[in-house]
């Protein structure tokens, strides 16, 4: 069996602050692993993927995440928050080899101050 | 656009009604992927197609609904005996996946349900 845990369900930061959002896994195999932002009103896009390539996930505006087997976590960061990155933030993971079916954790909220 | 779509946007329903959404893929795309998102909640499983073979169901995914992918292409998500409980977001995705790998979902803005 497979799930996901988001440790927070809302992040606040003020703008130009760095950003932590925090998930941990549980895979029985190899697992690839996502996030996926989603803006109020707008489909969920693809932030950044791991799929045991590089343990050091750069994504897009900014992203970063780290696979950390050992701790079975991957932790989604930026430096410096813009306004823009408000939004949910869901981390995936999926079970390779055998079924293909995703599982997301519950979300976390960011909230960026001015 | 050449996105995944989803139709209807929005559906308002009676209880006991039968209700079905559309999904249109990305064209090349091989596996479709159906999700039911609650408030305050990840979207969560449903089902799964790899071209026109539906190859995984959520035990979530009662025998009230049932999910069609004919020819491979367009999907449809069929909710019989509607239930104020299957009021939620349903949320369409597609990928393409070759040699087993799996690769990134792109979704569609999904259709919002509501029954009353």
């Known amino acids: 069996a497979q799930s996901v845990t988001q440790l927070d369900s809302h992040v606040s930061v003020s703008e130009g602050t760095p950003v932590l959002l925090r998930c941990n896994y549980s895979?029985?195999?190899?697992?690839?692993l996502f996030w996926y932002v989603q803006h109020p009103n707008k489909g969920l896009q693809l932030l950044l993927k791991y799929t045991s390539a590089a343990t050091l996930v750069k994504g897009i505006n900014g992203f970063e995440a780290e696979f950390k087997k050992s701790e079975t976590s991957f932790h989604l960061t930026k430096p410096s928050a813009h306004m823009s990155d408000a939004a949910e933030y869901f981390c995936v993971v999926i079970k390779s080899g055998g079924s293909y079916i995703p599982t997301f954790g519950r979300g976390t909220s960011l909230i960026v101050h001015p | 656009d050449t996105g995944v779509s989803q139709d209807p946007r929005h559906k308002i329903t009676k209880r006991g009604q039968n209700v079905t959404f559309r999904c249109d893929p990305i064209s090349e795309h091989n596996r479709l992927y159906w999700y039911r998102q609650t408030l305050g909640q990840g979207p969560e499983f449903l089902t799964y197609f790899q071209n026109e073979a539906q190859l995984e169901k959520s035990r979530l995914l009662s025998d009230r609904f049932s999910a069609e992918r004919p020819k491979g292409s367009f999907s449809t998500l069929e909710i019989q005996r509607t239930e104020q409980g299957d009021s939620a977001m349903y949320l369409c995705a597609s990928s393409f996946d070759h040699t087993g790998f799996f690769d990134e979902q792109y979704f569609g803005p999904g259709t919002r349900l509501t029954v009353t």
């Open positions: 895979s029985s195999y190899s697992p690839s």
